[in-house]
C-alpha cells in the first residue's frame, strides 16, 4: 500500500511564505515524475509544479519566481517552497507521485490527501 502523506499548509498573510512537504510510504519500486497540484471550489485540479526523475522541474506561469519544487529521492520526499504568496495562491494543495510498486505492474499516479494554504490578511 503506498501513502502520499503532506504537510506544511496552513493561513499566511499576503507576501508571506510557507513550505509544503510530501513524504511517500509504502512498497514502493521506484518514484518517477513527483509534483503538487492545486484546486480551489468549482475549478478543475491544476499543476503547480513538477520534477522529472531525471531532474527537470516545470512550473504553472503563476507561480514562476515564487515558488521552488526539489525533492529527496533517498526519502522519497518532495517539497514545495513558496514565496511572495497572493490571495490568488489560497487553494487545497495535492502531492502526486507516478509510482511502480511492482515488476509486474505499470506505474501509476498517487495522490495524497490535501492540504489546505490560505493567504489572507
Known amino acids: 500500500q503506498v501513502r502520499l502523506v503532506e504537510s506544511g499548509g496552513g493561513l499566511v498573510q499576503p507576501g508571506g511564505s510557507l513550505r509544503l512537504s510530501c513524504a511517500a510510504s509504502g512498497n514502493i519500486l521506484r518514484i518517477d515524475d513527483m509534483g503538487w497540484y492545486r484546486q480551489t471550489p468549482g475549478k478543475e485540479r491544476e499543476l503547480v509544479a513538477s520534477?522529472?526523475?531525471?531532474?527537470?522541474?516545470n512550473y504553472a506561469d503563476s507561480v514562476k519566481g515564487r515558488f521552488t519544487i526539489s525533492r529527496d529521492n533517498a526519502k522519497n520526499l518532495v517539497y514545495l517552497q513558496m514565496n511572495s504568496l497572493k490571495p490568488e495562491d489560497t487553494a487545497v494543495y495535492y502531492c502526486n507521485a507516478h509510482i511502480k510498486v511492482s515488476v509486474l505492474y505499470a506505474a501509476r499516479n498517487y495522490w495524497g490527501q490535501g492540504t489546505q494554504v490560505t493567504v489572507s490578511s
Open positions: 520534477f522529472t526523475s531525471g531532474g527537470s522541474t
